[in-house]
């Protein structure tokens, strides 16, 4: 048999000790599957005496994850600590220069170093593996950059911020405001410490920077993402929309275009009996198209002990049978620096709108958008509220560029109480 692979872990919150647990429990298992032991050497955290859950007195200890990230009796470094800079970024770059694969579950560090660190690995023999970093437990690093291997990918949506999907989910179903589902959340330990990393888009932007650059063979370009987050989703939109016959979901669209790379992560409508329309409550969901494949939807759990520490092992046991495959599929100097293109792909769109109270406002409204070349789809107006009446309007494809000339036009009519809502329909 082969010789034992050695691990050294870094950060041993709940996916390190999850690792831990699964190294432990189920050796014969690794073994008996990679053909190897795995085994752990030496483990780093930021304080030693916490009760963790886990026996870590038969592995060494070091307070510098960079000292761990190089010792000779470690063939893995997993990095799972966090942050985009600071220690985690320091002790990969060493690990990578010793010649060391590394696994990590950061998504900041690499949507922000993603290509440096590529090329450092490819430059010292050295892989990198981020499974764990995008959708949790869902293998969806693996699908792109091994069974799909042999498609042009089309399009790359997701639904991969658990925490903006609960919150969504209980505006819904629970009738919540935003700021009773976020308070909600927050009691479930489910927000960030930085909690505007979750509910600012900022985390499911960098799993859809990194989903883009292996699908689309780009550098990675997480300052080229549109974002925005689901701080100003309203009840009534997630009422009205449900009406219509959507839900709202915090989407992550990717797709490579004549004009360059759109990437957006924005509150979106799609058909509520759509599998992304379907998915509820904390779980992640990604859909992949591919030109042979068509589409393929993956769904689980993005977020948690289990689920984030079976994607890490499933990178170590990649490197355990000897795999290895470039960070983002393909040689890290023939990723090319995609143009980003802003979102202009033509959509459906919902506007939401209080009109005054006056005849003929209606109609200013349609003019507005016949004027600018927006067509109205479906059309809803509901009982007034306080001398103003609610009006939804689903239009027929456009492109931004014309519903934003048709917004002005609407503006200009003075026949609108407030600033209309707009979310663009993902046809999925
Ligand atoms: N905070 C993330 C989520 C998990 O809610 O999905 C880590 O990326």
Redesign the pocket.
Known sequence: MSQPLRLGIAGLGTVGAGVVKIVRQKAALLTERSGREITITAVSARTRDKDRGVNLSHYAWEDDPVALATRDDVDVFVELMGGSDGPAKAAVEAALKAGKDVVTAN?AMLAHHGQMLAELAEANGAVLRFEAAVA?GIPVIKALTEGLAGNDIQRVMGV?????NYILTRMEDGGLTYEEAFAEADGLG???ADPT??VGGI?AGH?LSLLAAIAFGCKVDFDAVELEGIGKVAIDDIRQAADMGYRIKLLGVARMTGRGLEQTMTPCLVPAASPLGQLVG?T?MVVIEGDQVGQIVMRGA??GEGPTASAVMGDVMDVARGLRVSTFGQAASSLKTCVPARSATPAPYYLRMALIDKPGALAKIATALGDSGVSINRMRQYDHVADAAPVLIVTHKTTRAALEAALEAMTATGVMVTEPVALRIENV
């Open positions: 998504k949790g991969m911020n658990g925490t903006c489910y927000l960030e990393l979750d985390d799993k904390g992640n993005g977020a």
